[in-house]
């Protein structure tokens, strides 16, 4: 990344500390009781004395103002020590609740709406308060979330912040492939007091699909750094036929192929870093999310393959990465919701405006 | 997994100079009606276009201007090279010159080598040809059986060398030979010598392709020789100098880019309202083209440190490889096409034409993925 020298020292001890904390508190018997559904509160309480959730909003405004560059690369160490909680989302919540003007607030945030289907409408008000309107779908962690970010049109077509407390809106209960929270919230009659809500920054575009979808990107490239990592670690202590199975020639191609799907949905991730803040955020989002989404199912059919049978128990830890990286890759829009985004987009510019789309001309 | 180096490299303000420089070349170039993009790339060999490219200074950016040159950075050649293909330009005459061997010249090569063969170069009048393969060394480069013998003043070849592309129409080759016997160590004893292909000594056979084209040799050396001054570098550092020639060969645009101008052409052929499976399909090819383009940028960043970014470069080209073979596959079960070489003016089934004969080379030239997944998984640790 280019940031200056001494920034860069930075990063490595934030990461290096947030890397330790990971390590100590989500253990094996963490990670199966968040899978049962319990709330990892000694995580989380470390999680916010390091001051992780206010990553990105700035230090005037009570946060820790991290870079994006940094940041992202706090999402992905959390996802590759497969964190069971929404450290993604609180971040991006409270970074974009802090550019709206408002003050940061304690506790895990989620967002909504998280998918293209669900508008949620904000009515005019009355005595002082607007209600929401409208149901919001796999809302990570919807139930057990101190606060909800919610994005809604008002009368006026507009886009509004809204900050809803926990509980606000009544909730149903569903679970994505990893058994993360992802519930349905109905909203419908849900008051929120002036203060709460605030213009959507323009960045966003009335809607939150390119944030999200950058978000399970930065998750998806550290997950499958850990897939590969395990995959790494069996090969080589694994002997069958008296040898390590790495020595094995078709191991080792398989290996090198999940190297480069890696290598690729780290290239994506990086991409939006530099993407941030820019007119072409929302198409490098697209790029990146469909372009990892693909790599992530690779990679994690290759180091099942790879673990065999071992791989397949609830007793080897892989199934924590690899069952994140089925739900990850479809959430905030599966491949093909971007692909057929990027493919109309260029299939209207012509072919020879493909290359100046490429190159990130176009968008400026 | 940390072995890998991929950072992100923002392209310097005169890579953005150089880009538009190049453009309005060929601009120029495409309005002269000079090439048909849609079925040229940087295999098609056209010393007239590359003249005109040396003498408007695209060629041999990178060396110093004492050779010639013109003393820029490998992110600007990075620049010029990818817009070269973008631009489906027949830039084959002078590309192995240019990026791999000049390159390896005056990185390695003696004061006369430099001060002969860089200027032509640059000048867009010189070309050349890899003297790796030979009848019995494909993909294990370290076997092979050419060999140079030292005597007055120089070396002298024998052997064969095959696979040489345009090795009939090149002035040089830069050959890799055995220069000691083979030892315990295979990798010992061997050099690289460039070779003047009006040489006498030299016989150059043609082996057609299977589209019927003239591009590769076969080329046989008998007391072929070679003055001391066209030695690569000490005698016997042969292996690591291949090696590091490699790095260039193999992360460039040209390891994703060699078939572009289908996805161009199928663009036009779907139109501007695409149904939903043309959507997603271009988006994707789009995707994998956009991120494999940033990972080639950010190796082009370690070459320019003066890294050596070997097993990278071998990741960009397995995976850039497999996405120009499987780009004109997708094509076709997008637009129905029966491709023809000669389809008045049908430049998508032109297009398929051209690159379906050409595709299987695209897996093969500069290391095959059987050779770089090897590479790479030494590099993982596992091996």
Not at chain 1, 232 to 252: C, S, T
Not at chain 2, 264 to 281: K, S
């Amino acid at each position: 990344m280019s940031m200056p020298h001494a920034a860069h020292e930075m990063s490595a001890i934030m990461l290096d500390q947030a890397d330790r904390l990971f390590q100590q508190f989500i253990t094996k018997d963490a990670l199966s009781a968040a899978d049962r559904g319990i709330w990892p509160d000694a995580l989380w309480a470390a999680v916010e004395e390091a001051g992780l959730p206010l990553a990105l909003v700035p230090e005037e405004a009570g946060g820790v103002g991290l870079g994006v560059g940094d940041a992202a690369l706090l999402i992905r160490r959390s996802a590759y020590h497969t964190a069971p909680v929404p450290l993604a989302e609180t971040i991006l919540a409270n970074a974009l609740w802090a550019e709206a003007g408002g003050a940061p607030v304690a506790g895990p945030v989620t967002l909504a709406p998280t998918n293209a289907r669900d508008t949620l409408t904000l009515a005019p008000a009355a005595d002082g308060r607007r209600t929401l309107a409208g149901a919001a779908h796999r809302v990570p962690w919807g139930a057990q979330a101190g606060h909800a970010l919610v994005l809604a049109r008002d009368e006026a077509g507009a886009a509004r912040l809204c900050l809803v407390p926990g509980g606000a809106a009544a909730s149903t209960a569903l679970r994505n492939l990893a058994n993360e929270p992802r519930d349905t919230l109905a909203f419908d009659g849900v008051a929120v007091p002036e203060a709460m809500i605030r213009p959507a920054p323009d960045r966003l575009a009335g809607s939150l699909m390119a944030q999200g979808a950058a978000l399970r990107t930065q998750q998806m490239a550290g997950a499958m750094e850990r897939c590969l990592d395990y995959a790494l670690l069996y090969a080589n202590e694994r002997v069958q036929f008296g040898r390590p199975i790495a020595k094995f020639q078709a191991i080792q191609h398989m290996l090198a192929i999940a190297a480069g799907h890696l290598a690729a949905a780290t290239a994506a991730a990086d991409s939006l870093i530099e993407a941030a803040g820019t007119p072409g955020f929302a198409f490098a989002a697209a790029i990146a999310k469909s372009r990892a989404g693909e790599a992530a199912g690779q990679m994690a059919a290759i180091c099942h393959q790879v673990h065999a049978a071992m791989g397949f128990t609830r007793e080897h830890p892989l199934h924590f990465a690899t069952r994140r990286l089925w739900s990850w890759r479809d959430e905030f829009g599966a491949e093909a919701f971007w692909q057929a985004q990027i493919g109309r987009l260029v299939c209207a510019n012509g072919g020879e405006a493909l290359w100046t789309t490429i190159t990130g001309e176009a968008a400026e | 997994m940390r072995a890998f180096r991929f950072e992100a490299l923002r392209l310097p303000p005169e890579a953005a100079a150089m880009r538009a420089k190049v453009r309005e070349f060929l601009r120029t170039e495409r309005a002269r009606g000079g090439y048909a993009s849609h079925r040229t790339s940087w295999s098609t060999f056209d010393p007239e276009f590359s003249r005109r490219a040396g003498a408007a200074g695209f060629i041999g950016l990178t060396w110093s201007p004492d050779y010639g040159g013109h003393g820029r950075s490998n992110l600007e050649r990075f620049v010029v090279n990818e817009e070269m293909l973008a631009a489906g330009a027949p830039a084959g005459a002078h590309w192995i010159a240019d990026r791999q061997s000049g390159p390896q010249i005056a990185k390695h090569g003696s004061e006369r080598a430099k001060r002969l063969i860089l200027p032509r170069i640059a000048a867009g009048e010189c070309y050349f040809g890899i003297g790796m393969s030979e009848p019995d060394s494909g993909s294990d480069l370290a076997a092979v059986r050419t060999r140079a013998d030292k005597v007055e003043g120089g070396w002298v070849i024998n052997g064969a060398k095959i696979w040489t592309s345009n090795a009939h129409r090149v002035h040089y080759i830069i050959a890799l030979v055995r220069t000691s016997p083979p030892s315990a160590d295979r990798h010992a004893g061997l050099s690289q010598l460039i070779v003047d292909m009006g040489s006498p000594g030299i016989e150059v056979r043609p082996i057609l392709n299977l589209a019927g084209a003239h591009e590769f040799n076969e080329v046989f050396f008998k007391d072929c020789f070679v003055p001391d001054d066209m030695l690569l570098g000490e005698p016997g550092a042969g292996w690591n100098s291949v090696t590091g020639e490699l790095a260039y060969e193999r992360s460039g645009p040209d390891r994703f880019m060699s078939d572009i101008r289908v996805l161009v052409e199928l663009i036009d052929h779907v139109g501007g309202e695409p149904d939903e499976r043309q959507a997603v399909e271009i988006g994707r090819l789009v995707a994998h083209f956009a991120t494999l383009r940033r990972m080639s940028t950010s190796i082009a960043g370690l070459l320019e440190r003066g890294e050596s970014p070997v097993t990278e470069a071998a990741l960009v080209k397995d995976v850039g490889t497999a996405f120009e073979r499987e780009l004109p596959e997708v094509a076709r079960r997008l637009v129905p096409v029966e491709p023809s070489p000669d389809d008045q003016g049908n430049l998508f089934s032109e297009a398929m034409a051209h690159v379906t004969l050409q595709a299987p080379s695209f897996t093969i030239r500069g290391g095959t993925p059987e050779i770089l997944r090897g590479m790479i998984a030494r590099g993982l640790g596992l091996r």
